[in-house]
T-cell receptor, first 111, second 114 residues
């Protein structure tokens, strides 16, 4: 079983739609959680950190459920520019050297 | 600020050749990392460094060596390239104890080994 699992998609949604991605992690020692965005043939870029209390950044909302060991990302009012691969990332312990990246979920937003 | 930069952007090697990938960051980050990304897989950590003069092995270190002689630079070496090392290589950096900060990535180096 992979330590971080994501549905690879692709998710094909029209502009303006709301789309949600989930991610599960297996290591209960995981301490910090992130969503990254990766455009085709580009580097991953930090989208947002994820907290148990939930956090929102504009159209993006992230949520962490420690009991069930899953992380979610909600995108409201999808834009064409949201088309990308979204990576779920988990840090196990402190420091960044036990960082596990999910394989990503692909999103296509169409006009 | 340039952030994290990598050179070269592309490289083609023949089996058995050697090369060095250079990563530089201007954010005064303590931690630096080298990853490889292969199709359908998440990024995998090759080596990392928690400070100048220190390096450690990650998940997939075989066939690679690293050095961090200066805080801002992290070099990845392939001594004898193999086709299995064909991949996209990303360097990243972060504040120390990146628990809440996340990592910042360079643009990547696309390496093909024939």
């Amino acid at each position: 079983r992979k330590e971080v699992e994501q549905d690879p998609g692709p998710f094909n949604v029209p502009e303006g739609a709301t789309v949600a991605f989930n991610c599960t992690y297996s290591n209960s020692a995981s301490q910090s959680f992130f969503w990254y965005r990766q455009d085709c043939r580009k580097e991953p870029k930090l989208l947002m950190s994820v907290y148990s209390s939930g956090n929102e950044d504009g159209r993006f909302t992230a949520q962490l459920n420690r009991a069930s060991q899953y992380i979610s990302l909600l995108i409201r009012d999808s834009k064409l520019s949201d088309s990308a691969t979204y990576l779920c990332v988990v840090n196990i312990g402190t420091g960044g050297f036990k960082t596990i990246f999910g394989a990503g979920t692909r999103l296509f937003v169409k006009a | 600020n340039a952030g994290v930069t990598q050179t070269p952007k592309f490289r083609v090697l023949k089996t058995g050749q050697s090369m060095t990938l250079l990563c530089a960051q201007d954010m005064n980050h303590e931690y630096m990392y080298w990853y490889r990304q292969d199709p359908g897989m998440g990024l995998r950590l090759i080596h990392y460094s928690v400070g100048e003069g220190t390096t450690a092995k990650g998940e997939v270190p075989d066939g690679y060596n690293v050095s961090r002689l200066k805080k801002q630079n992290f070099l990845l070496g392939l001594e004898s390239a193999a086709p299995s090392q064909t991949s996209v290589y990303f360097c990243a950096s972060s504040y120390s104890g990146s628990k809440g900060w996340g990592q910042f990535f360079g643009p990547g180096t696309r390496l093909t080994v024939l």
